[in-house]
C-alpha cells in the first residue's frame, strides 16, 4: 500500500506542493481516500484525515489555508455533521467551503448540510471529471462570494468614516454663530408660510363650510443632512452655499383631503403678491417611475427680521392623505437595511401607488356629488 499523503506530515508543505492549492479529505475509508487522492494529485496538494478530530486538528494548524474539504458524514467518534457544526462555531465555514462525501441520495440529508453550511455534494461512485469540475466550481464561487463581502465590509468601513466626518462637520456647523443665525431665518420662513395657511383655512371653513387641507407638517434639514448634501453635489459647505444650492432646508408639508384640493391650494398660495414660484415639479400628473405622487413647489417667502425684510427658499410639498401614507411607507423601505425581497415590495408599492390615485378621485367624484346634492 502506497503511503497517505498528509499522514504524518507537519503543517508546513514541502516546496514542490506549496505553489498548490490545499484540499483535505476527510474519510474513515481508506480505499475513499487512495481513491480521491489519485483523482486529485497533481492539481492540488491533498491532505488526509482519518475521523473528524483529525480533520479538526489539521484545520486549526492550517488556519484558514485549506482551499476546500472533502468531508464523509458517517465516521466513528466523531461524524461529519458534528465537524461542520464546529468549523461554524470557529468562523472556519466562512473561509473555507465543504463538499460533502456521499453514498446516499437522501434529500433531508442534503437539505440539513445545506443549512449547516456545506456547500456542495461529492456522489459514489466517484467519477473524475465530476469531482474536478465540482472542487472547481465551488473553489471559484466561494473566491467570488469572500471576495464580494469583503468589498461590501470595506464599503460598509468606508460609509462609517464618512459618517463620522459628517457627525464631525456637523456639530462644527451647529457651533457655528451665522449657521444659527441662518436656521433662525428658516424656521421664520417656516413660520409664515404656516400662518398664511392657517389664515386660508380659517377662510375656507367660514365662507365654504369646508376645509382645504387635513394637517400641516413642517421640518429644517439637520446639520448632517446639509453638510452631506453639500458635499456630494460638490459644494463648499458655507452659509452662502447652502442659501444658493439648497431649495429644501425649509420644508413644509401640506396633507389635502382631496387631489382638487390640492391644486386649488396651491394656486391661492403662489397667487399672493409677495410670494415667488421658483420651480415646480408635479408628481401627481407625471409620477415618478415608482409610484411616487406629490406637487412640489419650491417658493421665496419673505420673512421680517429687526434688519428688515428678506427672502427665504421654502420647499412645500401637497399630497393627499393616501399618498403621505404611501410615501412614509416607501421612506421605510427606501433607508431601511437588508430587506428581504425589497424588488417584490418595490413593485407591491407600484402598485398601491396607481390604487391610490384610482381611489383619491374616486373619493373625490363621490364628494362632488354628495356637494351637488346639498344645493
Given at each position: 500500500m502506497r503511503?497517505l499523503?498528509g499522514?504524518?506530515?507537519?503543517?508546513?508543505?514541502d516546496?514542490g506542493?506549496?505553489?498548490?492549492q490545499?484540499?483535505?479529505?476527510?474519510?474513515?475509508?481508506?480505499?475513499?481516500?487512495e481513491?480521491?487522492l489519485?483523482i486529485?494529485?497533481g492539481e492540488?496538494?491533498?491532505?488526509?484525515a482519518?475521523?473528524?478530530e483529525g480533520?479538526l486538528?489539521?484545520l486549526?494548524?492550517?488556519?484558514?489555508e485549506?482551499?476546500?474539504?472533502?468531508l464523509?458524514?458517517?465516521?466513528p467518534?466523531m461524524?461529519g455533521?458534528?465537524?461542520?457544526?464546529?468549523?461554524?462555531k470557529?468562523?472556519?465555514?466562512?473561509?473555507?467551503?465543504?463538499?460533502?462525501?456521499?453514498?446516499?441520495d437522501?434529500?433531508?440529508?442534503?437539505?440539513?448540510?445545506f443549512?449547516l453550511?456545506?456547500?456542495?455534494f461529492i456522489?459514489k461512485?466517484?467519477v473524475?471529471?465530476?469531482?474536478k469540475?465540482?472542487?472547481?466550481?465551488?473553489?471559484e464561487?466561494?473566491?467570488c462570494?469572500?471576495?464580494l463581502?469583503?468589498?461590501?465590509e470595506e464599503?460598509r468601513e468606508?460609509?462609517?468614516r464618512?459618517d463620522?466626518?459628517?457627525r464631525i462637520?456637523?456639530?462644527?456647523?451647529?457651533?457655528?454663530?451665522s449657521?444659527?443665525?441662518?436656521?433662525l431665518?428658516y424656521?421664520a420662513a417656516?413660520?409664515?408660510?404656516?400662518?398664511?395657511?392657517?389664515?386660508?383655512?380659517?377662510?375656507?371653513s367660514q365662507?365654504?363650510?369646508r376645509?382645504?387641507?387635513?394637517?400641516?407638517?413642517?421640518?429644517?434639514?439637520?446639520?448632517?443632512s446639509?453638510?452631506?448634501?453639500l458635499e456630494r453635489?460638490?459644494?463648499?459647505?458655507t452659509?452662502?452655499?447652502?442659501?444658493?444650492?439648497?431649495?429644501?432646508?425649509?420644508?413644509?408639508?401640506?396633507?389635502c383631503?382631496?387631489p382638487d384640493?390640492?391644486y386649488r391650494?396651491?394656486?391661492?398660495f403662489?397667487r399672493?403678491?409677495?410670494?415667488?414660484l421658483?420651480r415646480?415639479?408635479?408628481?401627481?400628473k407625471?409620477?415618478?417611475?415608482?409610484?411616487?405622487?406629490?406637487?412640489?413647489l419650491?417658493l421665496?417667502?419673505?420673512?421680517?427680521l429687526?434688519e428688515?425684510?428678506?427672502?427665504m427658499?421654502?420647499e412645500m410639498?401637497?399630497?393627499?392623505?393616501?399618498?403621505d401614507?404611501?410615501?412614509?411607507?416607501?421612506?421605510?423601505?427606501?433607508?431601511?437595511k437588508?430587506?428581504a425581497d425589497?424588488?417584490?415590495?418595490?413593485?407591491k408599492?407600484?402598485?398601491?401607488?396607481?390604487?391610490?390615485?384610482?381611489?383619491?378621485?374616486?373619493m373625490?367624484?363621490?364628494?362632488?356629488?354628495i356637494?351637488?346634492?346639498?344645493?
Amino acid at each position: 500500500m502506497r503511503p497517505l499523503a498528509g499522514q504524518g506530515e507537519t503543517p508546513c508543505m514541502d516546496e514542490g506542493r506549496k505553489s498548490m492549492q490545499r484540499i483535505l479529505v476527510v474519510d474513515d475509508a481508506e480505499v475513499n481516500r487512495e481513491l480521491l487522492l489519485h483523482i486529485l494529485e497533481g492539481e492540488y496538494a491533498v491532505e488526509m484525515a482519518e475521523d473528524g478530530e483529525g480533520a479538526l486538528r489539521k484545520l486549526q494548524e492550517c488556519k484558514g489555508e485549506m482551499a476546500a474539504i472533502l468531508l464523509d458524514l458517517h465516521m466513528p467518534k466523531m461524524d461529519g455533521f458534528a465537524v461542520i457544526e464546529e468549523m461554524g462555531k470557529n468562523q472556519w465555514l466562512r473561509k473555507t467551503p465543504v463538499l460533502v462525501i456521499s453514498g446516499e441520495d437522501a434529500v433531508e440529508i442534503e437539505n440539513r448540510c445545506f443549512e449547516l453550511g456545506v456547500s456542495d455534494f461529492i456522489h459514489k461512485p466517484f467519477v473524475s471529471s465530476v469531482i474536478k469540475n465540482r472542487i472547481r466550481n465551488t473553489i471559484e464561487l466561494f473566491a467570488c462570494k469572500n471576495q464580494l463581502e469583503q468589498k461590501v465590509e470595506e464599503q460598509r468601513e468606508t460609509l462609517k468614516r464618512q459618517d463620522e466626518i459628517i457627525r464631525i462637520q456637523a456639530e462644527k456647523l451647529r457651533e457655528a454663530k451665522s449657521f444659527n443665525r441662518l436656521m433662525l431665518e428658516y424656521r421664520a420662513a417656516i413660520m409664515e408660510v404656516e400662518t398664511r395657511l392657517k389664515s386660508l383655512n380659517a377662510e375656507f371653513s367660514q365662507e365654504y363650510n369646508r376645509n382645504p387641507f387635513e394637517s400641516i407638517k413642517s421640518r429644517l434639514k439637520t446639520p448632517e443632512s446639509i453638510y452631506g448634501k453639500l458635499e456630494r453635489k460638490g459644494y463648499p459647505v458655507t452659509m452662502e452655499s447652502i442659501k444658493e444650492h439648497l431649495a429644501d432646508v425649509a420644508g413644509v408639508r401640506v396633507i389635502c383631503s382631496f387631489p382638487d384640493d390640492i391644486y386649488r391650494l396651491a394656486e391661492l398660495f403662489i397667487r399672493q403678491d409677495d410670494i415667488i414660484l421658483l420651480r415646480k415639479k408635479d408628481y401627481i400628473k407625471k409620477p415618478k417611475e415608482n409610484g411616487y405622487r406629490s406637487l412640489h413647489l419650491i417658493l421665496s417667502v419673505p420673512i421680517f427680521l429687526s434688519e428688515g425684510k428678506k427672502n427665504m427658499k421654502v420647499e412645500m410639498q401637497f399630497r393627499t392623505i393616501a399618498m403621505d401614507f404611501w410615501a412614509s411607507l416607501e421612506h421605510k423601505l427606501k433607508y431601511k437595511k437588508d430587506v428581504a425581497d425589497a424588488e417584490g415590495i418595490v413593485e407591491k408599492l407600484k402598485a398601491c401607488a396607481d390604487s391610490i390615485e384610482m381611489l383619491d378621485y374616486q373619493m373625490q367624484g363621490i364628494r362632488n356629488e354628495i356637494d351637488r346634492g346639498r344645493r
